[in-house]
């Protein structure tokens, strides 16, 4: 079965310092990666997908993922973070075919401080 | 900009009631989607609807739930008779097409407690 793990589940950072959260998936055939991200008290957000191409992909606010096929990683980065950044951050995943369900990781809950 | 919405935001209920959970979905989209998450846990996969009928849907969502569509903007999610672990937050997704590769909008959530 198709699992995701966010090993990350509590992150805290100063503004301007840099970030990467990790993302593991299992599944051996073709993929689409997403992150999602929730701010306090609003829904879930689409911050970036990956479905082919460019196995770098750049999404809203500045944050850019990485798919490294042969690591079955999706990792989430940006350069320099804000205070408006904290969120808890979810790394999802479908597989191809018929199915569209989101497989989901536990999420990483990002604290920026000022 | 076109959202997902879902009422209530919080339900409280006691065990063995009924609940019904409201969602407008994004008015073109066509297929819809329930998921919940556990409080520390997961966001989990509860089923897939298009077309008036249950596309998927996985092993949580047994014969005390079920979904409809009642008129052209609303999708329900109905627990019939609610456990103490269906306490979570139920959110509603929408998707303009059923791909894998589609993105899913989601609304709020309603955090349904059971007593």
């Known amino acids: 079965a198709q699992s995701v793990s966010q090993h990350n589940h509590h992150v805290i950072l100063s503004e301007a310092a840099s970030l990467e959260l990790g993302c593991n998936y299992s599944?051996?055939?073709?993929?689409?990666l997403f992150w999602y991200v929730q701010y306090p008290g609003q829904h879930l957000q689409l911050l970036l997908k990956?479905?082919?191409?460019?196995?770098l992909v750049k999404g809203i606010k500045g944050f850019e993922a990485e798919f490294i096929k042969s690591k079955f990683s999706f990792n989430l980065r940006k350069p320099s973070v804000q205070w408006s950044d904290t969120a808890e951050y979810f790394c999802?995943?479908?597989?191809?075919?018929?199915?569209?369900?989101?497989?989901f990781g536990t999420g990483t809950l990002l604290a920026v401080q000022p | 900009e076109p959202e997902v919405t879902q009422t209530p935001s919080h339900q409280v209920t006691q065990m063995g009631q009924e609940v019904i959970l409201r969602c407008v979905p994004i008015?073109?989209?066509?297929?819809f989607y329930w998921y919940r998450q556990i409080l520390g846990q997961k966001v989990e996969f509860l089923v897939s609807?298009?077309?008036?009928?249950?596309?998927?849907k996985s092993e949580i969502f047994d014969d005390q739930f079920s979904v409809e569509r009642p008129d052209g903007s609303n999708f329900t999610l109905k627990i019939r008779s609610t456990k103490l672990e269906d306490s979570a937050m139920y959110f509603c997704?929408?998707?303009?097409?059923?791909?894998?590769?589609?993105?899913?909008?989601f609304g709020p959530g309603t955090r349904l407690t059971v007593l």
């Open positions: 997704a929408s998707s303009e097409a059923g791909l894998a590769n589609n993105e899913q909008f």
């Open positions: 599944y051996g055939g073709t993929v689409n």
């Open positions: 990956y479905f082919s191409g460019d196995p």
């Open positions: 999802a995943v479908t597989s191809g075919g018929a199915t569209n369900k989101l497989i």
């Open positions: 008015s073109n989209h066509l297929y």
């Open positions: 609807f298009y077309n008036n009928e249950i596309s998927e």
